[in-house]
């Protein structure tokens, strides 16, 4: 039977990576992919990392309530689209949904049988360098997604998992006993 595990943390955390390790050993999972208004990122690209929309795609799609969960961030607006979920999860993928702590808690309201996994930093000094070491952002970026982890952390609170990331490869063992042991 097919599991929809929901992933998450603050920005600048790992969980991409974390991911993208934990899949390259599972291939019988799946990625879900968000829609996103933000601008592409070098080497990213349409339908693979992100749905990328305008305002006004995306403006429509909330109007419909056609998005599991939905959020605006500096200014871009993330979301989850229901019918890509629920279609893979009826063709019998494991699907991996990786969003932010407040998402993560509106997909278990409408779905309680997801399992929500929260990646956590070794310590916060760790989580601004990473931050800083992207080279991505803006200081007035960085300081509001550093004003975030406070929320984020007290939504962690009431996730199934917590899986500190220390090293990628410890993060992606955790993982795998959590999944593999439910």
């Known amino acids: 039977m097919s599991k929809l595990y929901v992933i998450s943390g603050s920005s600048g955390v790992g969980k991409g990576t974390v991911i993208n390790n934990f899949l390259s050993k ?11 208004t933000r601008n592409k990122r070098d080497g990213e690209v349409h ?35 229901r019918e890509f ?29 997801a399992s929500l996994i929260f990646i956590a930093p070794p310590s916060l000094e760790e989580l601004e360098a990473r931050l800083r070491g992207r080279h991505t952002e803006s200081e007035e970026a960085i300081q509001k997604r550093l004003a ?4 984020e952390i007290e939504n ?23 999944i593999f042991n439910e």
């Open 85 to 113: 979920v629920e279609s893979c999860l009826k063709q019998g993928n494991n699907l991996i949904l990786e969003i932010d702590t407040k998402g993560a808690l509106n997909v278990k309201k409408l779905m309680p049988e």
């Open 26 to 36: 599972h291939p019988d999972f799946k990625l879900s992919i968000s829609c996103t």
């Open 148 to 151: 975030s982890i406070k929320l």
């Open 47 to 81: 339908g693979i990392n992100y749905f990328f929309l305008t305002k006004e795609e995306f403006k429509t799609c909330i109007d419909n309530n056609e998005f599991l969960e939905w959020a605006e961030f500096s200014g871009n607006f993330y979301g989850t689209k």
């Open 156 to 178: 962690s609170k009431q996730f199934d998992y917590k899986v500190i990331n220390d090293t990628v490869e410890n993060a992606v063992s955790r993982i795998e006993e959590i």
